[in-house]
């Protein structure tokens, strides 16, 4: 059975710092590509950061510079560390897990707020 967990969301005020982490278990994980989604009341997810099964990443313009994903295969786990965080950084931040089949996981809330 494949799981993907998150954890590391919670209560922060602007400007401070929070890191979450997704682990895997069930799959190959070095062989998948791992993302970080987020999803805002009312809207689609979008793309936060995403990270190949060789370590390149790519973000979202909106957290360039803030925020930085990272893997560590032997642990089969995804790590983002956010910083400088805003308000508008709110919302429910989901992992995703992507070769052959793609995986979710159920998501961790964050809240940014003063």
Not at 67 to 75: D, L, P
Request: one cysteine or more.
């Amino acid at each position: 059975q494949v799981q993907l967990v998150e954890s590391g969301g919670g209560l922060v005020q602007p400007g401070g710092s929070l890191r979450l982490s997704c682990t895997a278990s069930g799959i190959i994980f070095s062989r998948y590509s791992m993302g970080w989604y987020r999803q805002f009341p009312g809207k689609q997810r979008e793309l936060v950061a995403s990270i190949s099964n060789t370590g390149v990443t790519n973000y979202a313009d909106s957290v360039k510079g803030r925020f930085t994903m990272s893997r560590n295969n032997a642990h089969s786990a995804v790590y983002l560390q956010m910083n400088s965080l805003k308000p508008e950084d709110t919302a429910v931040y989901y992992c995703k897990a992507a070769f052959s089949t793609i995986y979710w996981g159920q998501g961790t809330q964050v809240i940014v707020s003063s």
